[in-house]
Structure formats: C-alpha cells, structure tokens
C-alpha cells in the first residue's frame, strides 16, 4: 500500500474545537461527519496514543463513509486548512428555468 500523501496533523487547539463541534450536535451532518474524519485521520503524536491516526479504511468502517470522502477531506484539510475542510464551497447549480417576474406570472395565473 502506498503511502498517504494528505497527512492529518492537528495541534490542540484545533482538535478542541473539531471536539466540540462534533458533541455540540448543532451543525449539519455533513460538517459534523469530516470533523470526524479529521479527528480519527489525526496522525499527531498525542492522537495516536488515543487510537486516532487510523487508516483510510479504518475511517471508513468506522464511519460509514466512501474512500473518496476520506480522501477528499484529508486533501481539502492539508491545502486549505480545516475550514476549506469542513465547508463546502458554493456549487454552480443549474440555472432557474424561470425568472422571477416568470414565476409570478405564473402564480398570478
């Protein structure tokens, strides 16, 4: 196997707040969910002697999660750090098919 090229090292203020994210429970899912990943993928000398730094198919077993989201996490955190992370950038979408006035029109009808 390969070695793992995105390497999580988290210092302690970092882990603090990904912990009490996960037990404050009031953000989405999906936050939720990569701040797990982090804490588990955590490779920091503190973290291993608690059982985190595990492999990418351990997070997976653990979690419930798919390779590529362990993968894509670990990156996002070692290029942007843990906000580029947790967060989700704004996807394009698909443009409306009707505009505002449009969809008024439509109601009004």
């Known amino acids: 196997m390969p070695a793992k090229r995105y390497r999580v090292f988290l210092n302690g203020k970092k882990r603090s707040n990904l912990e009490r994210l996960v037990s404050s429970g009031t953000n989405k899912a999906r936050t939720i969910t990569r701040a797990r ?3 588990l993928a955590d490779e920091s ?3 291993i002697s ?3 730094g595990r492999t990418d198919k ?7 999660v798919s390779a590529r989201t362990v993968a894509a996490t670990r990156q996002r955190f070692v290029e ?3 906000e580029g ?3 989700e950038k ?6 409306p098919k009707l505009t505002g006035r449009d969809e008024a029109n439509a109601l009004a009808t």
């Not at 351990?58 to 419930?64: C, D, K, R, S």
């Not at 704004?90 to 443009?95: A, E, F, S, T, V």
């Open 85 to 87: 992370a947790l967060n």
């Open 45 to 47: 000398p503190g973290s």
């Open 50 to 52: 608690r059982g985190m």
């Open 90 to 95: 704004p996807r394009p979408g698909r443009l």
């Open 80 to 82: 942007e750090d843990i």
């Open 37 to 39: 990943i982090l804490l």
């Open 58 to 64: 351990e997070i997976i077993g653990v979690l419930g």
